[in-house]
């Protein structure tokens, strides 16, 4: 392999045009008594290089990640006459990245992107000075930036950095990378990233963006996802094939744990900055995280999801008339439980799409009606029946308890639930966002006393190997040196999350 130097010029007379926040999301009130109850993806990212009005391709992508983070997004396009240009807004990618008036601003045959939900920074209300890709003038040229994931050791660099006179400009912990960054003497961007990236603990999957390159680093245990595609003669960068099939383009192969590839008009390199480890990749992104028509590891999403069903049927049988998803997330979880188990498979839970988007005011009453107001029971269906009703996760199992309430008023004659993930004990610190340990129900109760809270017929959960049996490893987990990164399961973090356990988010009680 080889390093390149690089040759940007400074661009710090060219314009950058951040976008004024007028554009509030729409309040998603009704979406909240289901979305707080499930773990939220952190953020997406996607990058284009050597294609006409890169800025559109990107906005499609991120379109296609909108799953990954619903509270902002940004773009940051580069072109030879007008340098880099930034738009960034609050809200969905679909309500700010259409208009000729937005795209426009953004033109150029490069071009980056991000969509965000905070797990680091202004935590639920987004500042727009929050909002990525970020961007810095280096000596050597621009730079934009935007992360999946999270920086362990942000808090310390933080304190160290400021005490050695750097300025942050927001409260996200990529902005640690660009002051990092800044401090090395590393003649170019690549050689500066690869110093900056050196010095930070956590997960990240990265995408760059300088005047000529896009660049897509994985942290060394490549946690998070990263693919590189390919469409004619440009190339992409995205968190998931999901965002490549969108603008139609294919799949070269995943960006590997610890890899640096740089994409200029010259084709690929690949570098290898860090030291060699084996990698974790994130067990949830199959569970729930990632879409169901994206690929992971030459393994499609929707395939690890039925067989996670399968299993579940195989360690967890029951006798009953009908297999039911809680939507959309338990749906091909349950298609593998029906087909292992033979139980029929039905839609007795519809969800409703649009419900997050109404012009309604929220009164208390209306918010009281919470769970109904997102899922309608599909009564013709459910009455007297024994339902086993398959959901990925239980977090805090306020939802799970309401579920099992309206199937019950419905006509349900049983409800057993049936977890497509071992219990959920542990924080994420990884870029996910998970409440502290005291609030995760898995963590206060043992199983049989979560059967009993929620007031079940039946409660059971996948076990940690089936669930790696399903993903892809027929022995089951390997004890010594796990496959996956899996420490929301089972308490054991690749990366010691150092100050999360400083900040009291590991404790049990209601306090910490
Ligand atoms: S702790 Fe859980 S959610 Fe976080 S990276 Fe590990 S497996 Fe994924």
């Given at each position: 392999?080889?390093?390149?130097?690089?040759?940007?010029?400074?661009?710090?007379?060219?314009?950058?045009?951040?976008?004024?926040?007028?554009?509030?999301?729409?309040?998603?009130?009704?979406?909240?008594?289901?979305?707080?109850?499930?773990?939220?993806?952190?953020?997406?990212?996607?990058?284009?290089?050597?294609?006409?009005?890169?800025?559109?391709?990107?906005?499609?992508?991120?379109?296609?990640?909108?799953?990954?983070?619903?509270?902002?997004?940004?773009?940051?396009?580069?072109?030879?006459?007008?340098?880099?240009?930034?738009?960034?807004?609050?809200?969905?990618?679909?309500?700010?990245?259409?208009?000729?008036?937005?795209?426009?601003?953004?033109?150029?045959?490069?071009?980056?992107?991000?969509?965000?939900?905070?797990?680091?920074?202004?935590?639920?209300?987004?500042?727009?000075?929050?909002?990525?890709?970020?961007?810095?003038?280096?000596?050597?040229?621009?730079?934009?930036?935007?992360?999946?994931?999270?920086?362990?050791?942000?808090?310390?660099?933080?304190?160290?950095?400021?005490?050695?006179?750097?300025?942050?400009?927001?409260?996200?912990?990529?902005?640690?990378?660009?002051?990092?960054?800044?401090?090395?003497?590393?003649?170019?961007?690549?050689?500066?990233?690869?110093?900056?990236?050196?010095?930070?603990?956590?997960?990240?999957?990265?995408?760059?963006?300088?005047?000529?390159?896009?660049?897509?680093?994985?942290?060394?245990?490549?946690?998070?996802?990263?693919?590189?595609?390919?469409?004619?003669?440009?190339?992409?960068?995205?968190?998931?094939?999901?965002?490549?099939d969108i603008i139609g383009a294919e799949l070269v192969r995943e960006v590997e744990p610890g890899e640096m590839i740089i994409v200029t008009d010259d084709g690929i390199e690949s570098f290898r900055p860090f030291e060699q480890k084996r990698g974790r990749f994130c067990l949830f992104e199959y569970v729930y995280f990632s879409r169901p028509d994206s690929v992971i590891g030459g393994l499609s999403v929707y395939e690890a999801r039925r067989r996670i069903g399968a299993e579940l049927a195989r360690e967890a049988p029951v006798d009953a008339d009908l297999v039911c998803p809680v939507p959309d997330s338990g749906t091909p979880a349950a298609i593998g439980y029906s087909q292992a188990s033979g139980i029929p498979y039905a839609m007795g839970i519809i969800k409703n799409q649009y419900v997050g988007r109404t012009f309604i005011e929220p009164t208390d009453h209306?918010?009281?009606?919470?769970?109904?107001?997102?899922?309608?029971?599909?009564?013709?269906?459910?009455?007297?029946?024994?339902?086993?009703?398959?959901?990925?996760?239980?977090?805090?199992?306020?939802?799970?308890?309401?579920?099992?309430?309206?199937?019950?008023?419905?006509?349900?004659?049983?409800?057993?639930?049936?977890?497509?993930?071992?219990?959920?004990?542990?924080?994420?610190?990884?870029?996910?966002?998970?409440?502290?340990?005291?609030?995760?129900?898995?963590?206060?109760?043992?199983?049989?006393?979560?059967?009993?809270?929620?007031?079940?017929?039946?409660?059971?959960?996948?076990?940690?190997?089936?669930?790696?049996?399903?993903?892809?490893?027929?022995?089951?987990?390997?004890?010594?040196?796990?496959?996956?990164?899996?420490?929301?399961?089972?308490?054991?973090?690749?990366?010691?999350?150092?100050?999360?356990?400083?900040?009291?988010?590991?404790?049990?009680?209601?306090?910490?």
């Open positions: 392999m080889r390093d390149v130097p690089e040759t940007d010029s400074p661009d710090t007379d060219w314009p950058e045009t951040d976008s004024p926040d007028t554009d509030w999301p729409e309040t998603d009130w009704l979406t909240n008594p289901l979305d707080d109850d499930k773990l939220r993806e952190e953020c997406g990212v996607y990058g284009v290089h050597g294609i006409e009005d890169a800025a559109t391709y990107v906005a499609l992508g991120l379109h296609a990640l909108q799953h990954r983070g619903q509270e902002a997004a940004g773009i940051v396009s580069c072109s030879r006459k007008s340098g880099f240009n930034t738009v960034r807004r609050l809200g969905y990618v679909r309500d700010n990245f259409t208009k000729p008036s937005v795209m426009d601003q953004l033109p150029g045959r490069l071009a980056i992107g991000h969509t965000r939900y905070s797990t680091a920074g202004s935590k639920g209300e987004t500042a727009l000075r929050d909002v990525q890709p970020l961007y810095a003038d280096f000596a050597m040229g621009g730079c934009a930036i935007g992360h999946n994931g999270n920086l362990t050791n942000a808090d310390q660099l933080r304190d160290q950095l400021i005490e050695r006179g750097s300025i942050f400009q927001s409260s996200s912990d990529t902005e640690c990378i660009i002051h990092l960054m800044a401090r090395s003497i590393q003649k170019t961007i690549p050689d500066r990233m690869k110093d900056a990236l050196r010095l930070v603990e956590g997960a990240f999957s990265i995408i760059a963006m300088t005047r000529s390159k896009i660049i897509g680093v994985r942290d060394p245990l490549g946690v998070r996802p990263l693919v590189l595609g390919r469409k004619g003669d440009a190339w992409i960068l995205s968190s998931e094939t999901c965002a490549l209306i918010r009281d009606m919470g769970v109904r107001l997102k899922l309608n029971i599909n009564r013709a269906i459910i009455e007297g029946k024994r339902v086993v009703l398959v959901d990925d996760s239980v977090v805090r199992g306020t939802t799970s308890r309401k579920i099992k309430d309206v199937m019950l008023d419905a006509g349900a004659a049983e409800v057993h639930f049936r977890i497509a993930s071992p219990p959920t004990q542990w924080p994420c610190f990884y870029g996910v966002d998970t409440p502290n340990r005291s609030k995760l129900l898995a963590a206060r109760m043992t199983e049989s006393e979560m059967h009993d809270y929620l007031g079940v017929d039946s409660l059971r959960f996948i076990s940690l190997d089936g669930l790696y049996r399903a993903c892809g490893h027929p022995a089951g987990r390997n004890r010594s040196e796990p496959e996956f990164c899996d420490a929301c399961f089972s308490g054991e973090y690749p990366i010691e999350p150092m100050e999360a356990r400083a900040r009291g988010c590991m404790k049990l009680s209601e306090n910490a």
